[in-house]
């Protein structure tokens, strides 16, 4: 049972333009969620994250959209740059795990 | 950059053989966690603990057992390695824990290969 999906396993952007990174849950009692980036042979690291009483939280180029009724949340990086390549993974707390998703591929292309 | 040390970070083993992963933070954080990498999946937990000897189950917990018997240090267990338990592990640590912020800070990963 994933209670946290990315549906779409690869994404390709062109340099400067936006890219757009979904995620969906299940689970209504999670109270927070984020995005997580990872490069080949490294571990991920943290990137941003949002608490389920906001709808969004910007760092930057990146901001993070949460649709509670849809139990969707979103992922926007603008302007795409090169170095954003990588696989972005989301993840939901609650209780004292946090769960993940399959993760998105992102390829920023020149 | 946390202070998380995973060994090995390769290793290649056979079908039955006892594996342990160990996992050295000196950051004094609380929560320790282990997570395994395979394609499709993502990132599962396998199991975590909230302080020295207090642990708990993950999603896939099954074939894995842990062990904390000091802050700094997070074991993982395969007690008979199987093909199926070939994958990337990663170890996380947290101050205030998933359940808090849920933050993590990740290791470098151990690539294990189970023949």
């Known amino acids: 049972d994933q209670q946290v999906k990315q549906n779409s396993p690869s994404l390709s952007v062109q340099e400067g333009r936006i890219s757009i990174l979904n995620c969906d849950y299940t689970n209504s009692m999670f109270d927070y969620f984020l995005w997580y980036k990872k490069y080949p042979a490294e571990g991920p690291t943290f990137l941003i994250s949002i608490s389920s009483i906001k709808d969004k939280n910007e760092d930057g180029r990146f901001t993070v959209f949460l649709n509670k009724s849809a139990k969707h949340l979103s992922l926007h990086i603008v302007p795409s740059q090169p170095g954003d390549s990588a696989v972005y993974f989301c993840?939901?707390?609650?209780?004292?795990?946090?769960?993940f998703g399959t993760g998105t591929r992102l390829q920023v292309f020149p | 950059d946390a202070g998380i040390t995973q060994s090995p970070r390769h290793k290649v083993t056979e079908t039955g053989t006892p594996v342990t992963l160990r996992c050295h933070q000196t950051?004094?954080?609380?929560?320790m966690y282990w997570y395994r990498q395979d394609p499709g999946h993502g990132l599962r937990l396998i199991h975590y603990?909230?302080?020295?000897?207090?642990?708990d189950k993950g999603e896939v917990s099954d074939g894995y057992s842990v062990s904390r018997s000091k802050t700094e240090d997070f074991l993982l267990t395969l007690e008979s390695a199987t093909s199926s338990q070939t994958s990337v592990y990663f170890c996380?640590?947290?101050?205030?824990?998933?359940?808090?912020?849920?933050?993590?800070?990740f290791g470098e990963g151990s690539r294990l290969t189970v023949l």
């Open positions: 996380a640590i947290s101050d205030r824990g998933a359940h808090a912020t849920g933050e993590l800070f």
């Open positions: 950051e004094n954080h609380r929560y």
């Open positions: 603990s909230y302080g020295v000897k207090d642990t």
């Open positions: 993840a939901a707390s609650g209780t004292d795990k946090l769960i």
